[in-house]
């Protein structure tokens, strides 16, 4: 992989202008990458293509098959592969391969969005990187072994399936006033996305509170975590958090308000106030939608769905395709007033 090592150095004094030269030294390489499968007639003798597709894997797009993505491993090594491979390594991580195909061309698209913003942002170009592997900073990302073993008996199907959908979107993006949007994505709702500004604090146009179809199919869409009174105080301590826990506990939360969404904006623990993430993180609940209650010396959180909320929900887009929605519809309703548009 000589080559990749070159480009990835070429590539980070020259980002624009690099684009069309880059665009040409990866001709050969596409042209022999997709003629792949019909090299046992044309050129019985080809050497090694330098981006073989799997078997079970759709060829790649021109678009996604010409482009290249680096990505900052956890050991800190960088890869460089096709955005093909890439969207699928992050489409198999992200989404259940079982979900309908509409869905997950959606979940294809925002994950080329995102990455491509990512890119864009430089948050890793220190690293020489464009994205890095880490669910937590960009994202979640399965090698093709690794989603074989998990995939058992499906896995020629499902890889089949997701690089299809991949395939199908080839290039496509979303922008919103002529930029790549930022294409957060999360779980499952409870009834409605959630705005931005209530999540992060600024407010982002196409990232607001919309309707979202999914329920009681999503697995744990409900969940509870039961803490005992000792247990909240504890944690309250280690946070640091300075709270007043000396009274009877039922009285220790107060003052929960919520946003538009439903979802807990803020509450007091013990007289300091906390945001509705804050109590999220510390209480390791699987959303800011839930209620609290005191009971028999415990407390008890009752949570629905699962991740921040902001940008488009997987299992309501699942559940819309399962409607007859298709991946633009999907993408259209989640993140309000974008433009679908072919490359960037
Ligand atoms: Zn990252």
């Known amino acids: 992989m000589q080559n ?28 022999l990458g997709s003629g792949a499968g019909h090299s046992v007639a044309v050129l019985p003798a080809s050497p090694t293509p330098a981006a073989p597709v799997a078997p079970t894997q759709v060829p790649p797009g021109e678009r996604d098959g010409s482009r290249t993505v680096r990505i900052l491993q956890k050991d800190g090594s960088v890869e460089t592969m096709t955005m093909a491979d890439y969207l699928l390594r992050v489409v198999s991580a992200e989404m259940p391969a079982s979900f309908e195909p509409e869905a997950l061309k959606a979940q294809a698209v925002c994950a080329r969005t995102y990455a491509l913003w990512r890119a864009e942002a430089g948050s890793h170009a220190a690293e020489g990187a464009d994205v890095c592997a880490d669910s937590s900073c960009c994202q979640a990302y399965l090698s093709p072994a690794d989603a074989a073993a998990r995939w058992g008996a499906h896995a020629a199907e499902y890889t089949a399936k997701l690089s299809a959908a991949v395939a199908d979107t080839d290039g496509q993006v979303l922008t919103y006033g002529g930029s790549l949007i930022q294409a957060v994505f999360f779980s499952s709702a409870a009834g409605a996305t959630e705005d931005a500004a209530a999540v992060w604090g600024s407010a982002l146009p196409y990232l607001v509170s919309v309707d979202s179809p999914e329920g009681d199919e999503v697995p744990n869409y409900r969940s509870t975590v039961t803490l005992s009174a000792d247990e909240v105080k504890a944690l309250a301590e280690g946070a640091g958090l300075g709270c007043d826990l000396s009274g009877d506990p039922s009285g220790w939360f107060s003052g929960l308000t919520r946003t538009a969404s439903g979802r807990v904006a803020a509450l007091s623990l013990g007289g300091v106030s906390m945001t509705g ?30 991740g921040h909320g902001v940008g488009l929900s997987q299992y309501g887009a699942n559940a819309l395709a399962k409607e007859g929605a298709s991946w633009r519809e999907i993408v259209e309703h989640y993140y309000t007033g974008v433009t679908i548009q072919e490359g960037i």
């Open 277 to 306: 993430g804050a109590a999220r993180s510390l209480f390791s609940l699987r959303s800011t939608a839930f209620d609290v209650s005191f009971a028999d010396g415990a407390f008890t959180f009752s949570v629905t769905g699962y």
């Open 4 to 31: 990749s090592e070159r480009w990835t150095d070429l590539r980070r004094p020259l980002l624009t202008g690099l684009a069309l030269g880059l665009f040409l030294l990866l001709l050969p390489m596409a042209a």
